[in-house]
Each structure stands twice: as structure tokens, then as C-alpha cells.
């Protein structure tokens, strides 16, 4: 548990240090400081590791972020609970009732290290995912290339709301795509849909179609004319039939049919037969094959049903980096559009596509909860000082309603505190002291370039009193900011955290219950 502590706590922040991540035959060599592509490719051996992997990877998948928070401070919990040589029993009392403090702390109003996301400016949209992109070293990006990236972000996620809608409404949807060799700032994001072109097409292709919106039809099964896409089945021939002669002339009445109801879009998941693709484009019809999987379902998406067939607004070329592709305009209301990545190499390209997923991801959560949390390690030093101090006056009372000693109660919330703050320091990894001011607690690291705290909410001055982080200082109640100008400079997501703490202290409950591991090694 202190190694994999030690794995994530050195990948955390911005200046986490990478993992490199192989077998011991070669092959593939992963480079990354996320915790989903750390963990998926880590293989454990111990079944508790195994479960504090699986219990972090599920919160990852659902809320996108704050993996890394999770797992240090879960096991950091486990740890405490050991140094202190706290009961088992008592140890998990004093851990729930403290994180369900945290819970009403932070979902209160008088809470110092939320914020709300204000949706009528991009400003806080932009900072949740330039935070995202910072805490991934491995993306490689400089200071320009970060805002281009975390506008684009924002412009992604704005364009998968649907607007003038009613009733109920669902998210639209953002596809990815990579181009490697290029530089991050020939990145974009497109409305609608990139595809590559088809062969033969041209612009005076498009041009001949004339302005749209275009009948589109779409199928998802080959059309390829070959009896082995039938599959395991069994075909009765009768003597004279030729099948796949059969088979070419049914798909050109499909072809005659599609040209009859002035289809101007053929498109199909697989291959399309050459001599339909030559039937169709005689006739003015583009078409688009092997679509794939993954295209499919957005392609739908953008083409509004009507009866049979599908609409799309219109369709143009659009050079990406060193790619020329085809866009479909969505028709009406359709939410899609696509982000258009691009990066030096692959390493690079695979981490910057992940973490713009999951920062997209991020955003869509502040609708459901429109706040955000401090970064830079003030929400976990600011919580930590709030509950120590609340808790403190009231110990004796406290313990005997959880049915602990007094002693135990403290020892606990000790450990409880030490492991938040153990999180803040986990930013730090060039040797320097993380710092705690005794007035707003906040975190800070001595920097001679800045001259703010973690998050940037507060400024440095003379007669701000600072102490190390988990070193031995007197209880006080956090001073609210009130009438301030600054603008916090890094945010978590306050869903993905909120649920990454709660998570932490149950798993880390869970595993100091675990008595006896019991193997089958038949």
C-alpha cells in the first residue's frame, strides 16, 4: 500500500512525474501520470490492492477526475489509522462522522473553498479545464498551447447543448480525433461531423449538388455483395443461381430506389460494393463507406429523422493539420460537433485526447452541480483546518455520542486531518515546503514568481503568518475572502471531489475491517 501510495502521490498535480509503464518482453510502452491508464495497465497481485484499484477506476469512469485525490487519500487513511494504532472500530466511527461533516460543509453556503460556476461567462468554464490539463504533465503543453486547448474545451462542451429545445433534453455529443505530427495550436473544433473524404470525391462534386439541406441514408450492415458476410449460416443453392450475381442485383435496386427518392448522402458503417459506388455517384449521390463503429451512432445523431431518411444541413471540405476531411453540418438541433486534436507524437497525441474527453466530461457535471472547488491544494488544507476546528471544542461530547474515548476521538481526527493536508503536500515534488497560513487556510508553496496561494485567491503580504504543512500548529476558524477581485487560478470539479472523498474514507474503512484474505490457488 506505501508503494502504490508512493506511485500516485509522485504523478500528482502539475508537476507530477510521469510513469512509464511496460512489460517485461517489450512491446508498447505507456508514458502517463493519469490514474485510469496507471492503474488499468498496473497489475496487482494483492486482492486489496486490487479492490482500491477497482474502487478508483469506477469513480474515474463516472466523474472523469480527482482519481489521483482519491487514492492518496484513501490510503493515507489506512496508514494514519496504523501509525496511530487507532482501533479499528473506533477509527471508522470518527472517519464517518467527520467526512459527513465535510459533506454538509461543503454543500453549505457559508462553504470557503467553493465557488460557483457562472455559465453566462466562459471564465470558469475555461479555468476547470485548463486545471485539467495542467494536472497532466504528460500532455507536454506550453502556456499557450493550455488556454487554446482549454478554450476549445469549453467551445466543445457549449456546442453539445442543444438550444431552443423543449421538453426534455439530452446532451449532444463530442467526437475525437487525432492528427499527429502537427502542432497543438492547429487544433480546432468543428460543429457537425469530420469524416475522411471518400475517394473520388471532389469539389466539384459538391459544388454539382447545389445548397442543401441533403437526403441522407445511412446503414450499418456491409453492403459489400460478399455471401461471406452472411456468417455462419447455411446456404441451399439451387443449380443455375449465381448468389452473388443475386445479391449485386438487389443492391442496385437499393441504389435505383435511393437515387428515385433523391438521396444526395450514401453512407454505410462497412464497405459499399464498387459497382453500387459507381451506380450512385453516376447519379449525384456522395457516398461514405466504412464508417466504422464509433462514427456511426454520431452520424445518426446529426442526420433529424424524417420518415425513412435522414437530413443533414450541408457538407465542405476542411484541412485539419495534414488532413483533408469532409464535414456534415448538422440539420435543426442536433448537439454534435468534432474536436480536431493534434500534437508532435503519439505518447503526447493519446494523453491529450483522454484528457480533453474527460475535462469535456467535467463541465457537463457542473450542470447538475454549477460549483466548482479551490485547487492547488487550499480545498484540502482550508477542509482540514475547518473540521479540526470544529471539532475540537466539542470532543469530549462527540466521542461519548460515537461511543469512543476522547482520546481515540482526537487521535482519530488527527489522522483525518494529516491525511487531507497529506494530499496537498502530494503537489510538491521539487523538495520545497508546502505552507499553511494560520488566517484563510490556504495552502501555499514558496515560489518567487508567485505571489498568491495554491489556487490564487490570496495574495501574499508581510504579516500573513505561515506554518508547514502536518507540523504541530494552534486550532483556528478559516477568515472568509469578502470583497475581493481575484479570480481563483486553478479549480477542481466539486462533483467528481465530493464523491472522490466520500469514496476514500468508505473504501478505507472497508479495508481495516478485512480480518482474513482467503485464496484459492487451485
Known amino acids: 500500500m506505501a508503494l502504490l501510495r508512493s506511485i500516485l502521490s509522485t504523478a500528482y498535480g502539475p508537476t507530477g512525474r510521469l510513469k512509464h509503464i511496460h512489460n517485461n518482453i517489450g512491446g508498447h510502452v505507456l508514458t502517463t501520470s493519469t490514474s485510469t491508464a496507471l492503474l488499468k495497465r498496473v497489475d496487482m497481485s494483492e486482492p486489496l490492492l486490487k479492490m482500491i484499484s477497482t474502487a478508483v477506476q469506477h469513480h474515474t469512469a463516472r466523474y472523469s477526475d480527482s482519481g489521483l485525490f482519491m487514492g492518496i487519500l484513501m490510503l493515507r487513511l489506512i496508514e494514519n489509522t496504523q501509525k496511530y494504532n487507532l482501533r479499528t472500530v473506533a477509527a471508522a466511527k470518527v472517519y464517518k462522522h467527520l467526512v459527513e461533516e465535510s459533506n454538509t460543509y461543503l454543500k453549505g453556503d457559508c462553504c470557503g473553498c467553493k465557488v460557483p460556476v457562472d455559465f453566462t461567462s466562459c471564465d470558469s468554464l475555461i479555468a476547470l479545464a485548463r486545471s485539467m490539463i495542467t494536472s497532466k504533465p504528460a500532455c507536454m503543453l506550453n502556456s499557450k498551447e493550455t488556454q487554446h486547448i482549454s478554450s476549445l474545451i469549453a467551445q466543445a462542451f457549449l456546442y453539445s447543448i442543444p438550444c431552443n429545445s423543449s421538453g426534455v433534453t439530452c446532451f449532444g455529443r463530442t467526437v475525437t480525433m487525432g492528427i499527429e505530427g502537427q502542432s497543438v495550436c492547429e487544433s480546432s473544433v468543428f460543429p457537425g461531423l469530420l469524416v475522411d473524404v471518400p475517394e473520388m470525391l471532389q469539389t466539384v462534386d459538391l459544388k454539382r449538388l447545389g445548397s442543401g439541406p441533403f437526403k441522407v441514408v445511412v446503414f450499418n ?302
Open 221 to 522: 450492415i456491409s453492403l459489400s455483395g460478399d455471401i461471406s458476410d452472411l456468417e455462419d449460416v447455411v446456404l441451399e443453392i439451387h443449380r443455375g443461381v449465381d448468389p452473388e450475381r443475386d445479391l449485386l442485383q438487389q443492391l442496385l435496386k437499393l441504389g435505383e430506389q435511393v437515387v428515385k427518392d433523391n438521396v444526395r448522402l450514401f453512407a454505410c458503417q462497412k464497405v459499399v460494393h464498387p459497382i453500387l459506388q459507381h451506380y450512385l455517384r453516376k447519379h449525384g449521390v456522395a457516398v461514405i463507406e466504412r464508417l466504422g463503429l464509433a462514427l456511426i451512432e454520431p452520424f445518426v445523431q446529426i442526420t433529424v429523422p424524417a420518415e425513412a431518411y435522414g437530413i443533414v444541413k450541408g457538407f465542405c471540405f476542411q484541412s485539419c493539420g495534414s488532413r483533408e476531411l469532409l464535414q456534415l453540418l448538422p440539420s435543426k438541433d442536433a448537439a454534435v460537433s468534432t474536436m480536431v486534436l493534434c500534437h508532435r507524437n503519439e505518447t503526447m497525441l493519446e494523453e491529450l485526447k483522454m484528457t480533453c474527453q474527460r475535462a469535456e466530461h467535467v463541465l457537463r457535471l457542473t450542470l447538475r452541480e454549477p460549483y466548482a472547488l479551490l485547487g492547488g491544494g487550499c480545498t484540502e488544507t482550508l477542509l482540514a483546518t475547518h473540521i479540526t476546528h470544529m471539532n475540537h471544542s466539542k470532543a469530549a461530547t462527540t466521542a461519548a455520542a460515537l461511543c469512543v474515548s476522547q482520546s481515540e476521538f482526537l487521535m482519530a481526527l488527527e489522522a483525518f486531518c494529516n491525511s487531507l493536508q497529506s494530499v496537498a503536500l502530494a503537489l510538491e515534488h521539487d523538495g520545497q515546503d508546502c505552507l499553511i497560513d494560520l488566517t484563510f487556510g490556504h495552502c501555499w508553496v514558496p515560489d518567487i514568481y508567485s505571489k498568491t496561494c495554491g489556487c490564487g485567491l490570496v495574495e501574499d503580504r508581510s504579516n500573513l503568518e505561515k506554518t508547514p504543512l502536518n507540523t504541530a500548529y494552534h486550532t483556528f476558524s478559516p477568515v472568509s475572502l469578502e470583497n475581493t477581485d481575484n479570480q481563483p487560478r486553478i479549480l477542481d470539479s466539486f462533483s467528481a471531489k465530493l464523491n472522490a472523498l466520500n469514496v476514500a474514507v468508505e473504501m478505507a474503512n472497508f479495508v481495516l475491517d478485512v480480518k482474513y484474505i482467503i485464496k484459492d490457488i487451485n
